[in-house]
């Protein structure tokens, strides 16, 4: 008994979410194939997508658990954080009106359905644009040492990028204006010239504390 109130907390925050995400669109499917008016092909293209982001936010939340870095001896850790999960709030917040003014349009209107279809459409392309960034975030890992900076992604395959300390020639900051707006950014690890020597810790809360440490940790000259 005790193993499985253990249990629940995991459970909650790494299986619920996707529950939530892809209910809408089981819900939206199974009405659409019990409602006689509604065109069967949508509504089994809207069924199958919720089954499939429910079965991959399973796997997700289960499988592919965020990567932790092996340290080596006498390795300290200085700071490790994630990319914030805003954004992809933001985006599934977004769709909300389109879908909201679709389903009025089918609902309470006459119009074509190529009306309801077109707002349907835009609120699926910023809603799963806000899923996929909600399970990417969930697997990445930016951790700093006092040795290296490093990028660690996890999901059917571990990818991982670091940077020694020593190496680090500049730290640069990135913040766009709703950036600023939402106390989130970039902080750029960079060691020369070309995409291989850089390192972006990107969409972190509270940036300037991790940039900070990381000019501190910079080989003086």
Avoid at 23 to 41: E, N, T, V
Avoid at 192 to 212: F, K, S, T, Y
Wanted: aromatic share 12%; net charge positive; with cysteine.
């Amino acid at each position: 008994m005790l193993g499985i109130f253990r249990f629940l907390p995991f459970f909650a925050s790494r299986v619920l979410p996707s529950i939530v995400i892809a209910f809408p669109l089981l819900l939206a499917g199974g009405y659409g194939i019990m409602d006689p008016a509604f065109p069967k092909s949508v509504a089994v293209v809207v069924l199958v997508l919720g089954a499939g982001l429910l079965c991959l936010g399973f796997y997700m939340g289960l499988a592919g658990i965020a990567p932790e870095p092996t340290m080596v001896s006498d390795e300290k850790l200085i700071i490790q954080r994630h990319p914030t999960m805003k954004p992809a709030y933001a985006r599934m917040v977004w769709s909300i009106p389109f879908i909201v003014g679709a389903g009025y349009l089918l609902e309470f209107t006459q119009q074509p359905y190529i009306f309801p279809f077109v707002p349907f459409v835009i609120g699926m392309y910023f809603f799963l644009k806000g899923v996929m960034k909600y399970l990417k975030n969930q697997h990445i890992t930016y951790t700093i040492t006092d040795r290296r900076v490093m990028h660690m992604y996890k999901f059917l395959w571990l990818s991982t990028k670091e940077i020694p300390v020593a190496r680090i020639v500049s730290i640069s900051e990135a913040r766009s204006f709703f950036e600023i707006l939402t106390g989130r950014g970039t902080v750029v690890v960079a060691t020369g010239i070309g995409q291989q020597q850089v390192i972006r810790i990107e969409e972190i809360n509270d940036p300037a504390p991790v940039a900070l440490a990381l000019r501190e940790m910079m080989p003086s000259t």
